[in-house]
């Protein structure tokens, strides 16, 4: 077994939307599965040099991450196209900003549940990707979407982020739900 085939071992992750501006104040859009959430109420998320969005938060030292359901797997997948510099990925996706209270990046209507954050630090990785560590500042969540905080838990609507298919992105749920994007990458 392959290295590729091996890190397909390891299970779904939950994805987060990472809303960001730049210094213009374009919108940008992103999905990320690559954090963690820490006891100390910061995320931190692995993020490649080249993406937009690393580029935005070290210009504005700010961002959004919105908790999305698996309801949202294509509008997800949207949102992680290389589109260029400045193109809005909300509007491309169909989703909706709403003011954030605290940093300028905007909240996801859509998803259940946005934490606004400030930069606090960035670690290196290797040439090719960063972590970003940012201090959670407020919360703001659907109360309906997270009553029964345990039952959400095992049998939840998040998206977790399975892979990629041959062109198109592939999420599921907790509870094992697959959905296949099938969005064509190649021709959008």
């Not at 730049?22 to 990320?32: F, I, V």
């Not at 670690?123 to 201090?135: D, I, K, P, R």
């Not at 009553?147 to 992105?169: D, F, I, M, P, W």
């Amino acid at each position: 077994m392959g290295l590729k085939e091996a890190l397909w071992l390891f299970p779904p992750r939950c994805t987060i939307l990472v809303s960001t501006v730049d210094s213009q104040g374009r919108k940008n859009l992103a999905p990320y599965s690559e954090f963690i959430k820490t006891y100390n109420d910061e995320f931190v998320i692995a993020m490649a040099n080249e993406r937009h969005s690393l580029k935005n938060i070290r210009e504005t030292n700010e961002f959004v991450a919105a908790l999305p359901t698996i309801s949202l797997a294509e509008k997800i997948s949207m949102t992680g196209k290389p589109f260029p510099e400045g193109v809005s990925e909300f509007e491309k996706a169909g989703l909706t900003p709403l003011k954030a209270e605290k940093v300028r990046p905007a909240l996801v209507k859509e998803c259940i549940a946005n934490f606004e954050c400030r930069l606090l630090k960035e670690f290196t990785l290797n040439e090719n990707a960063v972590l970003v560590v940012g201090s959670i500042l407020a919360a703001h969540y659907d109360e309906k979407s997270v009553k029964g905080e345990l039952e959400a838990r095992t049998s939840s609507n998040a998206a977790l982020y399975v892979g990629r298919g041959n062109a198109s992105s592939i999420y599921t749920t907790m509870n094992g739900k697959p959905v296949d994007t099938g969005i064509d990458f190649t021709k959008v």
